[in-house]
């Protein structure tokens, strides 16, 4: 049987760093990717909510936010053959966009 340190990990982005949606308005970041998941969370339907799980590059670091804009979730799939791409996420009253 092989041992743990003898297996070759997949090359996956494991080395990030979760921030707060909040803390990205009006800064510029470099879209990577996203992924559209599950949530535990239960709407007024009884079916679990989507969030958008969205990886980024700011100041040479990689990172990933979780945000449960469907605004944002849509411009992403609008666009997700253009990948990666630099955007600033911006608060237009009680939305978030990309700009």
Request: some cysteine; hydrophobic content about 35%; glycine content about 6%.
């Amino acid at each position: 049987m092989k041992s743990w340190r003898d297996i070759e990990p997949k090359k996956r982005d494991v080395w990030v760093e979760k921030v707060s949606v909040k803390s990205l308005i009006g800064k510029l970041i470099t879209i990577t990717g996203f992924e559209v998941r599950k949530s535990a969370y239960k709407g007024q339907d009884g079916e679990n909510q989507i969030y958008t799980m969205m990886r980024f590059e700011m100041d040479g670091t990689r990172h990933f936010v979780n945000t449960g804009s469907m605004l944002i979730r849509k411009q992403l799939e609008a666009c997700q053959d253009e990948l990666p791409f630099q955007a600033t996420i911006i608060r237009k009253d009680n939305w978030l966009s990309l700009s």
